[in-house]
C-alpha cells in the first residue's frame, strides 16, 4: 500500500510542478494585462521542438537547454512587442482572440518548419539521460523525470517568487498589476515590465516544455493544447491573475488528477484478507478500476463547483475589488 | 520652471484644451480650479506624458517635454499625485514608497526613506501594512509620499482633499503648506477652491478647455465671479 500512494502523491506532485510552471506565466501576463494569452502551450511546445532538435544536433546537454530557454525567451519577447503590444489596453476580447491566432501561427510554423526538415508530424523526443529510466527507493521506483520534474519546479517557483517579492522589477511587475496608469505615473517603464513578464513567462513555459516532452517521449505541434488547458483550470482554482494562487491551484489539480486513480486501484492494495469479501466487492462497485479514465470528467466536475461555490479560487477569498 | 504654451489636446473629435498657455516659477505653489469637465485632469495628463497634445509646447526648465514619455519626464523632476490615490492596493506601504523612487538609485531611494516617514508618521507606524487596507486619509499620505520618493522639482497633485473627512483634508493641507515652506514648486488641482485659494501664490481659472482668469490668488478670492462660481457666496 505504501508504495503505490507514495507513487500516486509523487505523480501529483510531478504534475502540480508542470501545471505550476504553466500557470504562473499565465497569471503573469493576465495580472498586467487582462489577457488570457492561450498562446502560451504552443509557446511550451516550440522549446520542446527547440530542445529536440538541439539534441538531435548533438549538442551538449547545457548546450541545447541554452538554446532552449534563450530561444523561447526570444520568442516570447517576439510576440509580445508584435501582436500584443499594438493591442494593448483594447477590448479583452480582442487580445483572447488574438492569443488564438498566435498560437495557430506557432503550430503551423512548427508544422511547416518540421516538414521542410523532412520530419514525421509525431517525431520521438530525444530525452536528456537525466530524465530517463527510475530511482528505486527500497520498494518504490519513481520516473528520473517526475523527480527531477518536481524538484527543479520547486526551486525555479521558489526563484519566481523571490524575484517578484524583493527586486525593482518584480515589485514593478506587482505594480503594474495593481494599477497600471498609477504604474505609469511614478516612472515604472511599463513597456519593459510588460516584456520582462513575456520574457519569464516564456522561460517558465520552456521548462514546462523539456519535462512535458520527456514524459510523453513524443512531440507534435499540437501538444500545448493539453497543458495550457490545465494550467487554466489550476490557475482558475487557485484564483486567477493571483500567482500564488496559480501554484497552490496547480498543485490542487495535480493531486485532483490522481485521486480517481488511485481510488480505483484502492480494492488491489488491500493486503489480502484485510477486508471482508462482501467489503471488497463494495470497494470494487464503488471505485471501479476504469475510475482513472474518468479523470479529466472528475476534474471539470470539480471545476464546475469551484466556479459556482467559490468563483473567485482558492486564494481569491472575497472580492478582490480595487480600492478607488 | 514650468510653461504651456497654447496647448491644445483633443480626445478624437472633442477638443478637451483649446490653446491654454499658463506657467509655473520656482517655488510658486499655484492652483488651477474649475468645474468638472472643464479639462484639468487633461491638462494635468498632458503634463505627465499620458496624453499627447495635439499642439502646443509643454517646457519644462526650457525643455520641451510634450512628446517625452512619462518615466523621462518623472527621472526629469516631474511627479504626479494622482486623484483618487491610486496607490498599488495589494503592496506594502513600504513597497509602494520604494516604487515611488523607481527612477533613482536603489541605495539613495532606501535612505529617503526615513525623511518621507518623519513628514508623515502614519506610514512609519505602517511600513509593511498592505496600502488597500489603510484609511483614505492615510493612502493619501501615502500617494503623496510615495510621490515625493522621486524628489521631484515640481509636485502635481491632482485633487488631495476628495473625498477626505474634514479633519483629515486640514491634515492634508498642512503638509502642501510644509512642502511650500520648504520651497517645493506646486502645481494643485483642487475643488475645494476656497483651500487652494488660500495655500497657493498665484492661480488659473479654466471653463471648457481655456483660461478664463488668472492672476495672484488673494485677487482670485474676491473676483466676483470666483466667489460667485466656485466659493458658493
Given amino acids: ?324 | 520652471m514650468l510653461e504651456l504654451v497654447d496647448l491644445h489636446v483633443a480626445y478624437g473629435n472633442i477638443r478637451a484644451l483649446r490653446g491654454i498657455s499658463m506657467r509655473v516659477e520656482s517655488g510658486e505653489l499655484v492652483a488651477l480650479i474649475g468645474s468638472n469637465g472643464a479639462g484639468k485632469s487633461t491638462t494635468l495628463k498632458a503634463i505627465s506624458g499620458l496624453l499627447r497634445p495635439t499642439s502646443g509646447r509643454i517646457l519644462f526648465e526650457g525643455e520641451d517635454i510634450s512628446r517625452a514619455s512619462t518615466d523621462r519626464i518623472v527621472s526629469l523632476g516631474i511627479s504626479q499625485c494622482p486623484e483618487g490615490r491610486r496607490v498599488f492596493a495589494r503592496l506594502t506601504v513600504r513597497e509602494n514608497l520604494l516604487l515611488g523612487g523607481i527612477t533613482r538609485p536603489m541605495s539613495e531611494v532606501r535612505s529617503d526613506l526615513a525623511s518621507t516617514t518623519e513628514l508623515f508618521p502614519r506610514l512609519g507606524e505602517r511600513m509593511g501594512q498592505v496600502a488597500g487596507t489603510l484609511s483614505g486619509g492615510e493612502q493619501q499620505m501615502l500617494a503623496i509620499g510615495r510621490a515625493l520618493m522621486s524628489r521631484p522639482r515640481l509636485l502635481i497633485l491632482d485633487e488631495p482633499s476628495l473625498g477626505l473627512a474634514p479633519l483629515m483634508v486640514e491634515r492634508i493641507f498642512e503638509v502642501i503648506d510644509g512642502l511650500k515652506d520648504r520651497g517645493l514648486t506646486m502645481l494643485l488641482v483642487e475643488q475645494n477652491v476656497h483651500h487652494a485659494l488660500d495655500s497657493a501664490d498665484r492661480a488659473y481659472v479654466l471653463e471648457t478647455g481655456t483660461i478664463t482668469l488668472e492672476g495672484p490668488a488673494d485677487m482670485l478670492r474676491h473676483d466676483p465671479e470666483v466667489e460667485h462660481s466656485y466659493l458658493g457666496r
Avoid at chain 1, 519569464?200 to 512535458?212: C, D, K
Wanted: aromatic share 8%.
Fill in chain 1, 1 to 324: 500500500m505504501d508504495v503505490y500512494v507514495i507513487q500516486q502523491i509523487v505523480n501529483a506532485l510531478s504534475a502540480g510542478s508542470l501545471y505550476a510552471l504553466m500557470a504562473v506565466g499565465l497569471a503573469l501576463i493576465f495580472g498586467i494585462l487582462r489577457l488570457i494569452n492561450f498562446a502560451h502551450g504552443d509557446v511550451m511546445m516550440v522549446a520542446a521542438y527547440l530542445a529536440a532538435f538541439s539534441l538531435f544536433a548533438g549538442l551538449p546537454l547545457p548546450v541545447a537547454l541554452g538554446i532552449m530557454v534563450g530561444g523561447t525567451v526570444l520568442i516570447g519577447l517576439a510576440i509580445e512587442r508584435i501582436a500584443y503590444r499594438p493591442i494593448r489596453g483594447g477590448p479583452e476580447v480582442a487580445m483572447l482572440l488574438t492569443s488564438f491566432a498566435v498560437g495557430q501561427i506557432l503550430q503551423n510554423g512548427t508544422l511547416l518548419l518540421t516538414r521542410l526538415a523532412s520530419q514525421p508530424i509525431q517525431i520521438a523526443f530525444p530525452t536528456p539521460d537525466v530524465l530517463q529510466g527510475v530511482v528505486a527507493i527500497g520498494r518504490v521506483t519513481i520516473p528520473k523525470v517526475n523527480v527531477v520534474g518536481f524538484g527543479s519546479g520547486m526551486v525555479i517557483l521558489v526563484g519566481v517568487m523571490l524575484f517578484l517579492t524583493r527586486t525593482r522589477t518584480g515589485l514593478s511587475m506587482h505594480a503594474a498589476a495593481d494599477d497600471l496608469p498609477a504604474a505609469q505615473l511614478v516612472g515604472i517603464r511599463i513597456n519593459r515590465v510588460v516584456a520582462a513578464a513575456f520574457a519569464l513567462s516564456a522561460a517558465l513555459a520552456s521548462v514546462a516544455g523539456l519535462l512535458y516532452a520527456s514524459q510523453a517521449g513524443q512531440i507534435n505541434p499540437y501538444l500545448g493544447f493539453t497543458p495550457v488547458l490545465k494550467a487554466f483550470i489550476a490557475a482558475v482554482i487557485g484564483g486567477f491573475g493571483s500567482i500564488p494562487g496559480a501554484v497552490v491551484g496547480a498543485y490542487a489539480l495535480g493531486f485532483l488528477e490522481v485521486i480517481p486513480t488511485a481510488l480505483g486501484g484502492i480494492a488491489d492494495i488491500l493486503p489480502v484478507g484485510a477486508v471482508s469479501p462482501e467489503i471488497d466487492d463494495l470497494l470494487r462497485t464503488i471505485f471501479p478500476s476504469a475510475l482513472g479514465s474518468y479523470r479529466d470528467a472528475i476534474v471539470f466536475l470539480f471545476l464546475i463547483l469551484m466556479l459556482l461555490f467559490r468563483p473567485n479560487g482558492i486564494l481569491g477569498g472575497g472580492a478582490r475589488e480595487d480600492v478607488p
